[in-house]
């Protein structure tokens, strides 16, 4: 599942994000109209994700255990958790335990993919219909 259009759709999320998370020269807009249309965007390529997965990656239903997110999600947060750990690279001192944390969040995070994809494709997991 990863290349193609997941790449774009993650680069665009990550774009979303970014704005919703750093902002514009360290300042994020507080806007609520703003927040809402990067949020609406960001619930659109969610979409379009799962959309993509339903059609281009097969799903054994028999015996699979149902997973509890979409890929969508599932790489909605994986953008989210990059933005984070690369802000956090560029703005705290190496030693700092924010730092840490942000990076070990996005190599969990990444792991669980893997590991869905991984179960996804051998039949053991589903995802679902939303």
Avoid at 79 to 84: C, G, I, N, P
Wanted: charged share 30%.
């Amino acid at each position: 599942m990863v290349g193609g259009p997941l790449l774009w759709f993650a680069r665009d999320l990550a774009v979303l994000h970014e704005k919703r998370v750093v902002g514009r020269g360290g300042r994020v807009d507080t806007d609520p109209g703003v927040q809402r249309e990067i949020d609406c965007r960001r619930g659109e390529l969610v979409l379009a994700i799962d959309d993509w997965v339903l059609r281009a990656i097969p799903q054994h239903r028999l015996g699979a255990t149902l997973h509890t997110e979409t890929v969508g999600a599932v790489i909605d947060r994986l953008a989210e958790a990059s933005v984070r750990a690369h802000h956090a690279l560029m703005t705290l001192a190496a030693n700092d335990e924010m730092l840490h944390c942000a990076w070990h969040r996005l190599a969990e995070l990444a792991d669980a993919y893997d590991d869905l994809v991984r179960d996804v494709l051998a039949g053991r997991r589903r995802l679902p219909e939303w």
